[in-house]
């Protein structure tokens, strides 16, 4: 593979020339801190919320460079020549490079002119910091006398005062501190949203060395005009002692080092935000102790390892395995942790969305269960006493105050579905859950939504009572056709002027509210209210029937309806006339008739297929259409105007799966797989991590370039995509089937997984080459009958033999 490959147990990425396309991303975060950080050290961290406490200067507007970022700079006293460990900023030519990308560390090393270095990033488990482990060998044959310097570009708070740079810095105040021999940078006062309230926070830059110089200006250290390819200190091997007072902040750290040769010296860097000096000069003395580091970087990697550990396949595909088992379920980590903000193309809004938290929560169930559970309660408290609900949360300043949107209350019911079926706590449902109260139910109306006020809690419910409101209102929120109202968006965030005037209507939504109905409707069976079931399977049936009538277009589903109620989606539009998740989440809510269902399957293979997959939709909008909104502003064949976007992609290979179709949901998989991507000089992106989309047929010239990766929702639906459809351990409510749906060539394969309170090691065997159908289950030597394991729940491993055929 060009640029890198895996190591041979798959668990890091090696990149040996650092100048790929784009900055190739990990992340390196204990929930409370997070370093997004790039093979050559660009990027930024921050602290809790990448939007209110951002530590450090990031411009996600460029997307051709990953620069700024947390570097080390060796000068040679002598030559006055210097180089940077990680090969940016300073791009010296290097002997050799490498960076290692794991979970958890990114050890970035170069060797340049007989100077081997080489850092090794982590985040400790338990404090809001990362470190900066340096060493550096002479591996000459001369006495070299080098200038070592960490560096880094502070912002300090709220992200939102980027484009208010001006007046940003004028409350930074940013010094050495003698006695902790650390930088320490502050703001008078902090922004968390509506909430100004003094700084409570310190940022500090320190290293396990005395130090023989620093500078806190970044004009000071780097001289005007210059940036951090050309610094200013760097070069004359001196820093300038600054301080910096309402100016351009930066941290810059020096050390003198004479090394013999073949001599080797360590030294670490601390960088963190914690509440006091007081906390910062504690975490900084732990870290100045080689010991305690040590010590630290084996617990993160532990920690990692151990949240990594559960659920393992073993199938022909060794590009498939490396993903599922490692890559994949890091990036879901990631998705669930951070949501969609912190990512190297945008600085991050922070905060999480309560569509994507919802799936996050869901496809993290059989890895960790009690940490999805307390995603989906956190987002069952978002729910307003009528079923509405607010858009996300921030871990800072609590619920989001924005337009809620309309396909909101649709989605907590199938990952608690999703919960249920996985740990058999049906319990859950009676918990009381608080109702949240704002302005807008006060002064508001229900159909045209606007800001909301702050939030108060109101009364508490049970979850079921929560979910039965989510999705009372969305069945009641319709309009002349009686499917929901689209509002300003469904899936879809870029349907943002569809339905503004609260008469345009989603299709989408509708049938996934048929899908949340039915589920909702198990739900109630098992909580014997029985009278709610049928009133639920009730209104499932009549969305169902107003989809099949009004949201039929002749050879596909309709997108849906604007507020002129002209159709979209439809055959009868010159552009955008067929989207792909009203297809196949029709096969995912069962609402389709037989006989539609291959006619559905040739539509989108006919017009929205492709050689790196499905489109989402066809043909890309090239003229803005004011009555759909952003969808159509958007360059042909980028994000939500026709990209194949990956999201997408794999909610129509659950679809796939679903029906069976092995070699179909394999094949396309195949097609967006982050490592299977041949032509890196076109795709561009990581190829450990999934885009959030490839751009799509339509566009000019970029058909197939990766864009956006790390925080999508495909991570999560790929990974249950893999673990529970194709290998086919799936959850239920009754215990776990067996459900493989494979491609044909696959002989063998194999998936272990814990499901309540046992492991199961289920081996997949396919004699005759088909694609889905058991004809033989044995659990522990023991013939079973159907294709469903009731929970054994003693602890221990069952060896589970599935035969195909
Ligand atoms: C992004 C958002 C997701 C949305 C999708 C389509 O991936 O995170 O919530 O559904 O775009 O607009």
């Known amino acids: 593979m060009k640029y890198g490959k895996f190591s041979d147990d798959g668990r890091e990425f090696i990149i040996t020339d650092p100048d790929t396309p784009r900055p190739w991303g990990n992340y390196l975060t204990n929930e409370t801190y997070c370093a997004v950080i790039s093979q050559t050290a660009g990027g930024y961290s921050f602290y809790k919320d990448s939007k209110t406490e951002r530590m450090l200067y990031w411009t996600g507007q460029n997307l051709h460079q990953g620069r700024p970022g947390r570097y080390i700079f060796i000068q040679d006293e002598d030559t006055k020549k210097a180089f940077s460990v990680s090969w940016e900023p300073l791009r010296t030519k290097y002997d050799s490079f490498e960076c290692r990308s794991g979970f958890g560390y990114q050890i970035i090393k170069s060797k340049v002119s007989g100077i081997e270095a080489e850092t090794t990033y982590f985040v400790p488990a338990d404090e809001p910091c990362e470190i900066w482990k340096v060493k550096v060998k002479n591996t000459g044959k001369k006495i070299?006398?080098?200038?070592?310097f960490g560096y880094l570009e502070w912002?300090?708070?709220?992200?939102?005062?980027?484009?208010f740079y001006n007046i940003a810095i004028l409350w930074n105040r940013v010094q050495f501190d003698k006695k902790t021999q650390a930088i320490l940078a502050k703001k008078t006062a902090f922004y968390e949203e509506f909430n100004i309230k003094n700084n409570p926070y310190v940022l500090f830059f320190s290293s396990s060395e005395k130090v023989s110089g620093w500078d806190c200006n970044k004009q000071k250290f780097l001289g005007y005009g210059n940036t951090c390819q050309n610094p200013q200190s760097v070069f004359s091997g001196k820093c300038t002692q600054s301080i910096c007072d309402g100016e351009e902040p930066i941290a810059a750290l020096q050390h003198k080092l004479t090394l013999k040769p073949g001599q080797e010296k360590e030294i670490f860097f601390i960088l963190g935000q914690t509440k006091g000096d007081k906390d910062a000069a504690r975490i900084i003395e732990r870290f100045r102790d080689k010991k305690n580091v040590e010590a630290a970087f084996t617990a993160a990697v532990k920690m990692w390892k151990n949240r990594l550990s559960p659920i393992k396949v073993e199938t022909p595909d060794k590009d498939f395995d490396v993903l599922v088992n490692n890559w994949l379920k890091y990036q879901l980590w990631m998705c669930n942790m951070w949501s969609r903000s912190p990512s190297f193309y945008h600085e991050g809004q922070g905060g999480r969305g309560l569509r994507d938290s919802c799936q996050d929560g869901e496809s993290i169930l059989s890895l960790d269960a009690d940490y999805g559970k307390a995603k989906l309660l956190k987002v069952a408290s978002l729910t307003r006493r009528d079923g509405t609900m607010a858009p996300g949360w921030s871990d800072t300043y609590g619920p989001y105050q924005n337009r809620p949107f309309k396909d909101h209350p649709t989605w907590l019911t199938p990952s608690i579905a999703g919960y249920i079926k996985e740990t058999g706590d049906v319990n859950i449902l009676n918990q009381e859950i608080p109702w949240l109260k704002d302005k807008w139910i006060e002064g508001g109306t229900k159909t045209d939504p606007q800001w909301h006020g702050p939030s108060a809690p109101d009364g508490e419910g049970t979850l079921f009572d929560h979910l039965l409101a989510q999705l009372n209102f969305t069945y009641n929120d319709v309009s002349v056709h009686g499917i929901p109202r689209v509002g300003e968006a469904d899936w879809n965030d870029a349907l943002d002027m569809a339905g503004r005037k609260q008469i345009g209507e989603s299709v989408w939504l509708g049938i996934a509210l048929v899908r949340a109905l039915k589920l909702l409707a198990d739900l109630a069976g098992l909580i014997k209210k029985e009278e709610i079931k049928k009133d639920l399977l009730e209104k499932a049936r009549i969305m169902t029937k107003r989809i099949n009538e009004a949201g039929w277009d002749g050879q596909w589903y309709l997108a849906g309806y604007n507020d002129d109620l002209v159709p979209f989606g439809s055959s009868k539009n010159k552009e955008g006339k067929i989207f792909l998740n009203s297809q196949s989440w029709a096969i995912l809510a069962d609402l389709v008739p037989q006989d539609r269902i291959k006619t559905i399957l040739d539509s989108a293979d006919k017009y929205l297929g492709g050689k790196f997959g499905y489109a989402l939709l066809a043909p890309a909008y090239t003229v803005f259409d004011p009555g759909l909104g952003r969808i159509a502003m958007f360059s042909q064949g980028t994000k939500e105007n026709a990209a194949?976007?990956?999201?997408?992609?794999?909610?129509?290979?659950?679809?796939?799966?679903?029906?069976?179709?092995?070699?179909?949901?394999?094949?396309?998989?195949?097609?967006?797989?982050?490592n299977k991507q041949k032509d890196i000089s076109l795709y561009k992106a990581e190829p450990y991590a999934y885009a959030e989309y490839l751009i799509g047929p339509d566009h000019p010239y970029a058909y197939g370039e990766g864009a956006y990766t790390w925080l999508t929702g495909t991570a999560g639906w790929t990974y249950m995509l893999a673990t529970e459809w194709i290998l086919g351990a799936r959850r239920d409510h009754e215990g776990l089937l067996i459900d493989p749906c494979i491609p044909s060539k696959w002989k063998k394969c194999k998936i272990t997984r814990p499901f309540?309170?046992?492991?199961?090691?289920?081996?997949?065997?396919?004699p005759n080459g088909v694609e889905h159908g058991i004809s033989l289950l044995e659990v522990d030597g023991k013939k079973v009958q159907g294709n469903l394991i009731k929970p054994h729940g003693d602890g221990r491993t069952h060896r589970v033999r599935a035969v195909l055929g």
């Open 155 to 163: 912002f300090i708070g709220s992200a939102d005062y980027q484009t």
């Open 756 to 766: 309540r309170g046992a492991v199961y090691e289920i081996e997949i065997e396919n």
């Open 144 to 148: 070299r006398k080098l200038n070592l």
């Open 644 to 674: 194949v976007f990956c999201h997408a992609q794999i909610f129509m290979l659950a679809a796939l799966a679903k029906l069976g179709l092995g070699n179909k949901t394999y094949e396309e998989m195949c097609k967006i797989m982050p």
